[in-house]
């Protein structure tokens, strides 16, 4: 039964996700905003810190974004920034203390940002949108299911017993061999470019999962929500995407294929 559920809310995640994309990009951009919020309200929940400031981050953005031109190349930076800070958090040994400067830097950086840059590049092309959600979502069940089957080692026992070096490999292979013929058929990426893409986002991705996997553990919480049955919430959904977005569009950007 559960399986059933993860699988009709899968169904609906996707294709709300994808029909809006492919509808309109306000319809999309409101979906998103959505997204944010309730991830937002998420992470101000689990660490117990109200931050309402962090709810204005990404209407803002995304409105200079529309009235200054200049400003996408600022937020991409400020993406990768962000991406980089995550990596701190991630691979820090110190204790972090999660408090409403935590909160604030992550729900701008972590969340607002990187969602932001999503719907511009919605704007540019829809379809490497739809091709990022693949690399996604292939790499979590393709992990999911080699770490299921085969995996023994763990790759990060203290935050994340549960995921495997075997599972990551192997998400990352399946995903690549996957996502190459999908790029061939749709004649979307140069072949070099599309395994460098392929590769690099899926491998974020699972950077991403730790991250967040990291913070619950400090909250002593299995989800961010429940508004997701089957799969807890928004943030757990979403915590693998937000890291790989800001560097597949930055490695488009460097091979040209968006400004």
Sequence with gaps: MTLFVRLITSFFYAGLLLGSLYINTIFFSLVIL????????EIQRITTKKVPIVYIFFPIALLLSFLFEQTNLALLITGVIGFLLM?????????????????????????SIPLVLLVLLSTQNPD???????????????????GTMVGKRALAPTISPNKTIEGNIGGIIITTIIMFFVGRYFEMFDTK???????????????GDLVQSKIKRKCRVKDSGKILPGHGGM????????LAIPLYILILVLFGYVS
Excluded: E, H, P, Q
């Design 34 to 41: 959505a997204m944010t919020i309730v991830s937002l309200f």
């Design 87 to 111: 990596m701190t958090l991630l691979w820090t040994k110190k204790d972090i203390d999660y408090s409403k400067a935590f909160v604030t830097i992550l729900g701008f950086f972590g969340v």
């Design 128 to 146: 490497f949108v739809a091709f990022l959600f693949g690399v996604i979502w292939l790499n979590d069940s393709g992990a999911y299911l080699v």
């Design 193 to 207: 470019v599309m395994l460098v893409i392929t590769v690099i986002t899926a491998f974020c991705g699972g950077l």
């Design 235 to 242: 943030y757990d959904r979403l915590d693998s995407l937000l």
